[in-house]
DNA sequence: GTGTGCATGTAATACGTTACATGATTAC
DNA sequence: GTAATCATGTAACGTATTACATGCACAC
């Protein structure tokens, strides 16, 4: 339902577009939140259709190229969701889980991979800071605000983690080092 | 390959189990990293068993219990995983989805949504700070520690953003009440 | 004319959820 | 005896990834 309903929110919000440019959505300014493929897109907005979330028009566009326009009853569906539906709140973070993993590794081993996750995550921030302060900046609210907002505080605060966590894993494999009869 | 690692890192770490067990992590300490139901864990298991990657004995255990172990094969496939292996950084976030969702509702039916995620990560923070805190006092190290503290960090995170979102949306909205002549 | 990017689609496979189905053990 | 929890499994369906497949338009 989700896709669903990121396709009919970019449409609500951004107008008019095409299979191919609501694609292009899920690399830019949606990237950080949500992503699919063309692959899953043009039959999701073909069902869409169906459904009656959408309408579609081919007249005179190059390339064949389609362009899909919300309906009232995509937008009633998409405020629905928002306001009545339960957010699932299922999380599956490859990234927690490998910090889950870490300590089966030597302290040094893990302390490395968390040195990596620091310039990861601290690209990550400024970028998302950047895109963040753009839309702040434009006076009337604008569509993607908040979540590059909350964007920039996950990212922030994962580079944190990784900071804290190499460190105490540097001093740990320190102390390993030093009293190498105390390890198994 | 997320599922397998994450089961051959609990096995690793925790010891042997079982199918019904290792599903019960995932609704306990790995919560709020990896989740999967035992659908899907009882068949992973047995592919991992064909893989050469646990040994599995029902030898004696009562109700048909099946108690699986990490193989070395296992072992050093899951350090392969976590060193060498770039992760995957896919984020599908439905929290913020709707985040970025939020601007095409009325600014006060937003705030009320922003305002209920106040109370949800205000309790899953104070929920994880207590996990995190119970494994750092434990002298030595413990599986799960670093997650548990990336999980506090994340959490309040997006708690914070709430916060700091639902005052500004309350805040949009009493302009647009004191000047409705300006709304659309 | 040729390469790049626009533009659409399908097929095979993998991963995940929900529902169905069954039976043993323990605590009351 | 009966309800709760332990314990395992399968089937159907939905969602996501990867790979295959095609063609137009434009810039150089």
Known sequence: MSLRMALLGLLAAEGPASGYGLT?????????VWQASHSQVYPELTRMVEAG??????????????????????RAELEHWLTEVEPSRVVRNEVALRAFLLSILEPAQAAALAEREIEVYRHRTAQLQELRDALFTASDPVFGRYAADLGVRIAAAIGEWAQVTAEELRKEAVRRGNTPESGP
Chains 1, 2 share one sequence.
């Open 24 to 32: 292009k959505s899920f690399g830019g300014s949606l990237n950080h």
């Open 53 to 74: 979330l959408v309408t579609v028009s081919e007249d005179g566009e190059p390339r064949g190229k389609k362009c899909y326009t919300v309906t009232e009853a995509g």
